[in-house]
C-alpha cells in the first residue's frame, strides 16, 4: 500500500518530479565522479608495480614513493638469497633525468628505471626484440603514454638526458602513474651511463620471486627479522596499503579528491532534502486526509521513505551510465 501511495504522488505531476530527478541525477553523478577520481589516486601510484613481477619488494627504510625510494645496500640482496623460500631476486634502479632535444628547447624531467633485461621483470617490455633493444649501448624504450611534450617517439630518435645522447629504440605500453611526464627503461649498463655518479654499490628495489607454495607473508617476517633496520619488505597487500595510505592522505592530490568527495556527498544529501521536502510541502493536504481518516504517522513515513527510494533508484542508473562514460 505505501509503495502505491508513493508512486501515484510522484507520478501525478510528472513534470515536476522529472525536474527533481534531474537534481538527484546531477547530485549522484557528482559523487560518482569525485569517488572515481579519489580511487584512481591510489591506483596511479601502484600503475608501476602492477607491471613489475615480484612477490616481495624490497626497498630503503626511508622510502616514500616511488618518486622518494631512497637506495639501499646490494648486498641485501645476497642476504635475501640466502632464504630458503627465495628463488630469484633482481635489482632495480630508479632516477629523476632531465630530457632535451639535441637541438634546444625545454628541459623536461622524466623517470629512468634500469634493471636486466634478461629477467623480463615488466609484463610490457619483456619481448625479445625489446630485450635486444635495451642491452644496446646508450639505448632506451621509452614509455608510449609520456606527455606529447616530449616530441616524437619514433625510433632512432637521439636525445639529451642528463647531458648524454641517448637513442629512442623503441615504445613500450605502461602508463606513467604519478611519476611524473614519462618514463624511460633502460639496462643496469645504460642506466649508470645515464647517472655516472650514482654508487653501483646501491639500488632503489629488489624484487623478490618466491620458490612454488612458499607462503609471501612467512617469508616477509623471516626477511624482516634477518636484514639490518636499513631495508624494508613488503607482500603486495602491504604495498598496496603503503601507497593508498600515503597518495590519499599525504598528498595534495588525494587531499583535494577526498575533500571533492565529502563535499559531493554532502551537497547530493541536500538536494536529496530539499526535494522531498519541496515533494512533501505540495502533498501536504494528501497527507492530512490520510492522517485524518486513520492512517498512522508510521504509516505516512514508510511513504515518505519510499518516495526518497524510488527517487534514488530512478536516478542512480542513467548517473551510474553517465560516470562510467566519464571514466572511459
Known sequence: MPLHIAWRILTHQKGRTALALGGIFIAILLIFVELGFFIAVPQGGMLIYDHMRFDLLMASNKYIFQGQSWQFPRQRLDEVGRNAGVAQINPVYFGGAKWQDPSGGLRIDISVIGFDPKAK?????????????????????????????????????????????????????????????????????????????????????????????????????????????????????????HEVSFWTTRTGTGLIFGSGLIVAFIVGIMVLYQTLATQITRQLPQFATLKAIGYSNAFLNAIVLIEALLMMVVAFVPALAAALGVYS
Open 121 to 241: 621483470l615488466f609484463a610490457g617490455a619483456d619481448g625479445d626484440s625489446q630485450i635486444a633493444i635495451l642491452e644496446r649501448p646508450d639505448t632506451v624504450l621509452v614509455d608510449s603514454q609520456t606527455r606529447p611534450i616530449f616530441g616524437p617517439l619514433q625510433p632512432g630518435r637521439v636525445v639529451d638526458i642528463n647531458g648524454r645522447r641517448i637513442t629512442i629504440g623503441g615504445e613500450y605500453v605502461l602508463g606513467t602513474g604519478f611519476l611524473g611526464l614519462g618514463i624511460a627503461l633502460a639496462s643496469e649498463a645504460n642506466f649508470f651511463r645515464i647517472f655516472p655518479n650514482r654508487p653501483p654499490q646501491t639500488v632503489s628495489f629488489g624484487l623478490v620471486t618466491l620458490k612454488p607454495g612458499a607462503d609471501p607473508d612467512a617469508v616477509a617476517r623471516e626477511l624482516r627479522a634477518a636484514l639490518p633496520n636499513d631495508t624494508r619488505v613488503f607482500t603486495r597487500p602491504e604495498l598496496a596499503a
